[in-house]
């Protein structure tokens, strides 16, 4: 079994991403993010202390495995563990109690691949 085929399998837990797209206002106020889309990650909650992209020291309280076929994700996205119809579609995820913060990202090309990664987030 492929190592992707491996990937899609055990990611089946149903989750909800909000891309960030920027502020309104240039200066951090105003967040805009794109419309949620339900995606399958594996989510583990566990408590792991890592750095951020600025190297400052942050207790990540999940590590969400996500495929590559999910499409981009990145850091500042949001994350909800659950679906679409839970959340009634909510366009703002500061307004879902229980989504977080994308705060570091790690996108690893697969061994001999330029093309297929396996992304971690850490929330």
Not at 44 to 56: F, P, R, V
């Amino acid at each position: 079994m492929a190592i992707t085929s491996f990937i899609e399998k055990v990611c089946v837990q149903p989750a909800v991403l909000w891309s960030y797209t920027g502020t309104t206002d240039g200066f951090g106020g105003g967040e805009i993010f794109f419309a949620p889309v339900a995606i399958k990650v594996r989510w583990e909650e566990e408590q792991t202390i890592t750095k951020d992209s600025n190297g400052l020291e942050f207790v990540s309280k999940a590590t969400v495995m996500i495929p590559d076929s999910a499409g981009e994700v990145k850091r500042k996205d949001f994350l909800y563990l659950g679906t679409l119809q839970e959340i009634n579609n909510e366009p703002n995820p500061k307004n879902v109690f229980s989504a977080s913060e994308i705060k570091r990202f790690t996108k690893v090309p697969m061994i001999y691949s330029n093309t297929i990664f396996v992304k971690t987030a850490f929330l």
